[in-house]
């Protein structure tokens, strides 16, 4: 069997970024998961003792405290700083980007619509943002189901790692039913890439194997394209791989999500040519 790399995989740059920050201040804590793979989480505490603070009551005064790279609400932010902590600040700039807008917009007045899952931490960031007027829907079935005043002005953000065509969607709905629409486009390049190589090697396999953690948005969304098109399975590490699922196979196509080291997708890919 033959094992082909998607040609837009794994780390983005905003997950490098937040990583290197990490590696640079060993013996610190980061604010939540750093990033959504439990793996390289285990291996920057191995590596270079970097914990791992639950909540804000956890942190001490003078602890050195990163924040994650999905950001974290804006009272986190004041809570840590009235601490007298050092706040290394490993936000990936393409979600600072969409807390930015929502602060600028709300204060004019606009009603804030975010394609994004509520739960989400990135989400929660952003929400932070805004106002009472902040609308969070994850798909056009739960938009089409909220009444809005049709004299209101609305902008419109999007989860990073949310597939742009469902956001085309939100963005449609909106433009045809109200006069003044505001969209910015906050799905980050990265996404795009990883997003359309996957769909595109999907479409050529036998068997696509996606890699990361099972809790990652991005990843999920790779799951669930390749899944359009192919026999599709989501592993966080070679130990997840089962030899039955390749068995007549011929060529199996393998990407990763944006929170997934080299260092894993290399295991992965030496126990698929075993197959």
């Known amino acids: 069997m033959e094992v082909k790399l998607a040609s837009s995989y794994g780390f983005c740059f905003g997950v490098k970024r937040a990583i290197e ?77 969409p807390q930015q807008i ?74 045809l039913r109200h006069k003044i629409v505001c969209v910015f486009n906050t799905i980050c390049d990265a996404t795009f890439e990883n997003q359309d190589a996957a769909r595109a090697l999907s479409k050529e396999v036998d068997v696509m194997i996606v890699i990361g953690g099972k809790t990652s948005s991005n990843t999920k969304q790779l799951y669930s394209i390749c899944e359009e098109n192919v026999e599709s399975y989501l592993v966080e590490d070679e130990n997840d791989l089962k030899k039955e699922w390749f068995e007549g196979k011929k060529l199996c196509g393998v990407t990763a999500g944006a929170s997934t080291p080299d260092w894993i997708i290399k295991n992965i890919i030496e126990q698929l040519k075993k197959y």
Do not use: W
């Open 21 to 97: 920050i990490a590696e640079t201040h060993k013996n610190a804590a980061t604010m939540g998961p750093l990033i959504h793979n439990k793996s390289e989480i285990n291996r920057l505490k191995d590596d270079f003792n970097i914990g791992l603070y639950e909540s804000i009551d956890e942190v001490k005064e003078g602890d050195t405290v990163i924040i994650r790279t999905h950001g974290i609400p804006r009272n986190d932010r004041k809570e840590l700083k009235s601490k007298n902590v050092e706040i290394i600040n490993a936000t990936c700039p393409f979600v600072t980007t």
């Open 102 to 175: 929502v602060k600028k917009m709300t204060a004019e007045n606009y009603h804030i619509i975010i394609f994004g899952d509520i739960d989400h931490p990135e989400v929660k960031g952003v929400m932070s943002y805004g106002d009472d007027n902040v609308t969070v829907v994850a798909n056009i079935e739960e938009l089409e189901k909220i009444v809005f005043k049709h004299n209101e002005k609305f902008a419109t953000v999007a989860q990073t790692t949310k597939k742009k065509e469902e956001y085309l969607q939100i963005v449609n709905y909106l433009i």
